[in-house]
């Protein structure tokens, strides 16, 4: 059975026992038949750099991982927002090929581009300057070059500061810009399909972009249950997954 799986904006952290048990299921059983699984970013709820990786909760997450790679599915981790400081070690202790954000692939014949999807917020100014300068490499440099138990306090501070402020920002300014959005599309010359995650509205949009025809698949998030994105020679279909 040839199919590929996208997922993305897992948010795993120990706090959320039952969506781990779910991911973890989930590797060892639909991911285990795929050929490829895509993972579209935020895997976890933060990553405050790959020394945290002897971290036990983090342990069981990479030994699932793992034991999939082995298995012979290929895996591929595209950063999110908030694990964007997974380095190689982490990649590597996986069995995960890094993917950068965008990507363009062939799925079955179709070219298809990947990203995160936090880029296509455009609207949310003040985010697109905190994203900036956290993927300037100069920045990270400085920042991981401080203590692990420092950073995660820094990183706690910074997820309380957004979810104050995303209380105060409106749906709209939250969602992905239309005009970054056919931008992308144009970038690479108007690929038929964009799959991407971040916003959490998951969804499919039949999109005419410059007289193409295009489609731009949100994945949804990993909260109150699972989902993928699942494709094949026949087509993509999304899936949601719950807790039993
Ligand atoms: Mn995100």
């Known amino acids: 059975m040839n199919q590929t799986l996208f997922i993305s904006d897992l948010h795993l952290c120990e706090e959320r026992p039952q969506i781990t048990a779910l991911f973890l299921d989930f590797l060892a059983t639909t991911a285990k038949h795929a050929e490829t699984l895509y993972v579209l970013g935020d895997l976890f709820e933060y990553w405050a750099g790959d020394d945290d990786l002897s971290d036990p909760y983090h342990q069981i997450i990479v030994a699932g991982l793992r ?70 490499p ?40 239309t005009e970054a959005v056919a ?23 039949a999109l005419n972009i410059s007289g193409h025809q295009c489609e731009r698949i949100v994945l949804g998030d990993w909260y109150e249950s699972g989902s993928y994105l699942e494709c094949s020679m026949q087509g993509c279909a999304m899936q949601v997954i719950t807790a039993t």
């Open 67 to 136: 034991a999939l790679s082995k298995n012979g599915t290929r895996l591929y981790i595209m950063h999110g927002n908030r694990d964007l400081l997974i380095g190689q070690d982490f990649m590597q202790a996986c069995g995960a090929n890094p993917l950068p954000d965008p990507t363009v692939i062939d799925l079955y014949g179709q070219t298809v581009l990947l990203a995160h999807g936090d880029k296509l917020c455009t609207d949310d100014v003040k985010y697109q300057e905190f994203r900036r300068q956290v993927h300037d």
């Open 138 to 177: 100069a920045w990270q440099k400085i920042f991981l070059a401080q203590p692990l138990t420092s950073r995660k306090a820094q990183i706690s501070g910074m997820r309380q500061q957004s979810e104050q402020e995303k209380s105060h920002k409106s749906e709209a300014i939250m969602d992905v810009n």
């Open 183 to 205: 931008r992308l599309f144009g970038d690479y010359n108007f690929p038929p399909l964009l799959i991407h995650g971040h916003t959490h509205r998951m969804n499919r949009h």
